[in-house]
């Protein structure tokens, strides 16, 4: 008899992770599917990367357990590279390495949220912030941005979403799934209104800090009086093209750390001893194979951006930073194709699967049921004959 404990039942699928699945098997039945669904590079990790791993391996000295929390020298290299690009004064013992920024983010809300705590969950947002929320037993509110600011909400919004229960807030930027970037100005402003509510922390999830494409990134915890009530999320898979390497990290107040290193402990001990070796190599090296990967992305989103303002009634913008599009198709809800209705984006990105061949994701699971979720990290062959296909398949909707 299945017996599932209600915490696994009321959990949802990722929703970026159930498209792929569709589009792989999809794929596997012989059909021709393009994939935008996943947020993933589509470069190879940089060969000098590799090379640490493989030296890692060949010298026989890591094959043990390491450290729960990362070895001493890469979070050395973590908190130098917070200290010189993102002006975050941490040391090591303030820097927790997990396998890949979800864990880093699980890890925070497991050890900070209680039953009943509310967690203003900036929207649209990426699809596992409610998730683990409500795994923690908290309470996601989440605050829609308006398309009219790039989706990010105010800072009079954010204030007037915060309750007493209120115990963090937490957002990405560059953002997953819209590509905006909050200025430093709209963070100093969203700081001031910190300050009336002193016990709040932040969680800032900078996972995609280097794919931007307007120039300063800012962190929240640079921003005056935000410094110890930050908890900065980075990691190694979006800048660096490592998603399989499955490395993350966090930087946070002293207390804070100690107990994501407890959590983590009793979870799944140090990340990959040889995965920790590579991101080393990574963060001491420059940054020319990641500006050329952002530099391509840049021309991606320039190219898809023409092709879809040729799509009649889709609303859209210009993303300045990851590598997302997420335009708003509620123009063809109430349509349908062969006697069956689009109702939703949920309708919708299903429609585009079978008829059109290409996966994307629904903004349902974004918190934005208008909106659907468009990678362009893929080359520019695929996303021209996807964009193609997407306008043919939604001119057969009446």
């Known amino acids: ?90 040391s090591a013992n303030n820097i927790v390495v997990s396998t890949g920024a979800k864990q880093s983010i699980a890890n925070v809300m497991l050890s900070l949220v209680n039953p009943g705590d509310e967690v203003v969950v900036l929207a649209p947002y990426w699809v596992t912030y409610s998730e683990i929320v409500k ?52 963070f100093e402003e969203i700081a001031t209104v910190l300050r009336d509510f002193p016990d709040i922390l932040v969680v800032a999830d900078e996972i995609y800090e280097h794919i931007n494409f307007v120039g300063e990134h800012v962190s929240m915890g640079s921003i005056e009086g935000m410094h110890d009530r930050t908890i900065t999320i980075n990691g190694m898979s979006k800048a660096f093209a490592m998603t399989g390497w499955r490395i993350g990290y966090m930087a946070a107040a002293d207390w804070i750390a100690k107990a994501c290193d407890k959590m983590q402990g009793q979870f799944t001990s140090g990340a990959s001893s040889i995965s920790q070796r590579a991101a080393l190599a990574a963060l001491k090296a420059d940054l020319a194979p990641t500006k050329e990967m952002t530099a391509a992305y840049k021309h991606r989103r320039d190219v898809v951006y023409d092709l879809i303002a040729e799509i009649p009634g889709v609303k859209n ?78 001119a057969k909707l009446q």
Not at 155 to 180: D, M
Not at 328 to 347: E, L, Q, R, T, V
């Open 1 to 90: 008899m299945e017996q599932l404990s209600n915490r696994i039942q009321s959990l949802a699928v990722s929703a970026t992770i159930a498209m792929t699945k569709k589009a792989r098997e999809l794929r596997e039945q012989g059909k021709d599917i393009i994939s935008l669904s996943i947020g993933e590079p589509d470069f190879k990790t940089p060969p000098h990367i590799a090379d640490a791993a493989k030296e890692a391996i060949n010298s026989g000295d890591y094959f043990g357990y390491p450290p729960v929390a990362g070895y001493l020298d890469l979070r050395e290299a973590v908190a130098e590279k917070l200290k010189t690009q993102n002006n975050l004064n941490w």
């Open 135 to 186: 795994l923690a037993e908290g309470v996601p509110v989440i605050l829609n941005g308006q398309h009219e600011n790039d989706y990010k909400p105010t800072a009079e919004e954010i204030k007037g979403a915060i309750t007493p229960k209120t115990k963090l807030i937490i957002y990405s930027s560059p953002c997953n799934p819209t590509g905006s970037l909050y200025s430093r100005q709209e």
């Open 317 to 394: 913008y210009v993303p300045q930073g990851a590598f997302y599009f997420f335009p708003d198709f509620s123009y063809y809800f109430g349509k349908s194709f062969n006697g069956n209705p689009i109702n939703d984006a949920n309708d919708l990105a299903m429609y585009l699967l079978e008829e059109a061949g290409v996966s994307t994701v629904t903004g349902q699971a974004f918190g934005a049921p208008s909106n659907i979720r468009i990678s362009y990290a893929a080359s520019e062959e695929e996303l021209r004959e996807a964009i193609r296909r997407i306008k043919e398949a939604l």
